[in-house]
């Protein structure tokens, strides 16, 4: 028996599993007349008012400007870009960046940065949602480089979180992004790029 194997055998043992339909009626009892949204119009202002306020650069393009943005913000960090194999051809069209797609967890370290879509994203809390899906790569690829640039469809913003997390698969790996990787000790001095990306930049695409 493995290590996991026997913790998970000690968790059974104090809190047994239960049985499906008993946990279904159990959700089927929570009272959800709560407000589930906030804010009906000026969802692109707040979602990128709210990011801005982490100390993240927002910047909202049309569509067709996308590849010449994405091209502009990788042109500013030289270096090689891990990226997704399979993110869009057309978002990276423009740029000369050197782009890794095939990468191993060991060589992102030394890369200039990162370039990702995401699975959704909060207006009311300036969140970014990663479900490491289409176009987003492994969870590595979103925490190890020091730069992450994060293209934003103007469809993926929903108003506030319940609404974003009917959007989202629960049993997908999900990673919340709010603003670049920041934590702060007893005496709340701030440190930057510990736990992940020490700058983000987010392109919200209209």
Do not use: K, N
């Not at 009626?25 to 959800?32: A, H, Q, W």
């Not at 008012?49 to 042109?75: H, N």
């Not at 207006?123 to 969870?139: C, M, N, S, Y």
């Not at 992450?148 to 919340?176: C, N, W, Y």
Request: glycine content about 6%; charged content about 25%.
């Amino acid at each position: 028996m493995t290590a996991r194997e026997e913790i998970l055998r000690r968790i059974e043992g104090v809190a047994p599993t239960r049985p499906a339909a008993e946990v279904a009626t159990s959700y089927d009892r929570i009272d959800r007349s709560y407000l589930r949204r906030h804010h009906e119009d000026g969802v692109l202002d707040l979602f990128a008012e709210r990011v801005a306020d982490y100390r993240a650069t927002v910047l909202r393009v049309a569509a067709p400007d996308l590849p010449s943005a994405v091209a502009e913000r990788l042109a500013a960090r030289p270096g090689s870009y891990g990226a997704p194999a399979d993110l869009p051809a057309e978002w990276t069209s423009a740029t000369d960046a050197p782009l890794v797609r095939d990468f191993s967890v060991a060589s992102l370290d030394g890369l200039a940065g990162a370039v990702t879509g995401c699975a959704a994203a909060i207006a009311e809390t300036g969140t970014i949602v990663l479900d490491h899906g289409a176009a987003q790569g492994p969870r590595a690829l979103s925490l190890v480089p020091d730069y992450h640039l994060i293209v934003v469809l103007a469809g993926q913003v929903a108003p506030d979180v319940p609404e974003a997390l009917e959007r989202l698969d629960p049993s997908r790996p999900l990673t919340f992004v709010s603003g670049p990787s920041a934590t702060s000790d007893i005496e709340l001095s701030r440190v930057e790029g510990v736990h992940g990306p020490r700058t983000l930049e987010v392109l919200v695409v209209r």
